[in-house]
């Protein structure tokens, strides 16, 4: 969407309301990935890179069971866990991020997950949009998840120019209000995998 000579207070209303459209449009917005606790989120998250939050749910129902926390996941053989999480690809950076943070958690956390962004990132496999993920859905702190869906639809909306997730999260929070931006993700997260496709956009079905 190329908008021209728009100030930024119009940029802004603008994006509020596209907002709240969406609210309208997926009431029911919220993370589809299935856990029952902060180390089984922070784990799918992981495991959700370049693929589906689908083939991530199938996996997740036997791989906690064999190890339910960090603890036990701390150690796992790291042949082990390639085999159960093989079918989300890049399964042995992915095992290997698993295996570290696990470990991670244990020796400097007791075993649980940080509430921080500060702790967080420093776990291995965890930046910035993992950690979002965890800290607005597990503990109630806002952020943006500058995921690819939310990426490339604020690139649609002009709410930002770039295809870095930094600075499309910089851009991104200077419209909106703190407390909106978890819940604004999800929002854009639902439309992009619903309706604003990357390759074919159902722009005749787009609220």
């Keep these: 969407m190329i908008v021209t000579d728009e100030?930024?207070?119009?940029?802004?209303?603008?994006?509020?309301?596209?907002?709240?459209?969406?609210?309208e449009t997926f009431p029911y917005a919220?993370?589809?990935?299935?856990?029952?606790?902060?180390?089984?989120?922070?784990?799918?998250?992981?495991?959700?890179?370049?693929?589906?939050?689908?083939?991530?749910?199938?996996?997740?129902?036997?791989?906690?069971?064999?190890y339910p926390d960090a603890h036990a996941m701390a150690q796992a053989q790291e042949t082990d866990l390639q085999d159960l999480i093989r079918s989300t690809g890049f399964y042995k950076n992915k095992a290997r991020a698993l295996?570290?943070?696990?470990?991670?958690?244990?020796?400097?956390?007791?075993?649980?997950?940080?509430?921080?962004?500060?702790?967080?990132?420093?776990?291995?496999?965890?930046?910035?949009?993992?950690?979002?993920?965890?800290?607005?859905?597990?503990?109630?702190?806002?952020?943006?998840?500058?995921?690819t869906h939310v990426i490339r639809l604020a690139n649609r909306f002009g709410w930002t120019d770039s295809t870095n997730a930094n600075i499309v999260e910089r851009d991104i929070a200077e419209l909106f209000e703190r407390k909106d931006y978890t819940e604004l993700s999800?929002?854009?997260?639902?439309?992009?995998?619903?309706?604003?496709?990357?390759?074919?956009?159902?722009?005749?079905a787009c609220p």
């Design 7 to 23: 100030t930024p207070l119009a940029k802004k209303r603008r994006a509020r309301k596209i907002y709240r459209v969406l609210g």
């Design 30 to 66: 919220h993370a589809e990935l299935d856990f029952s606790n902060p180390f089984e989120l922070l784990v799918a998250t992981v495991l959700s890179a370049q693929t589906t939050d689908i083939r991530v749910n199938s996996v997740t129902p036997t791989l906690f069971e064999r």
């Design 99 to 147: 295996l570290g943070l696990s470990q991670a958690l244990v020796e400097g956390h007791e075993g649980d997950v940080p509430n921080t962004l500060e702790d967080l990132v420093k776990l291995p496999g965890v930046g910035r949009k993992t950690a979002f993920v965890v800290l607005g859905n597990v503990f109630g702190v806002p952020g943006i998840t500058t995921d």
């Design 186 to 204: 999800h929002r854009v997260i639902f439309l992009g995998r619903r309706i604003c496709h990357a390759k074919r956009p159902a722009c005749g």
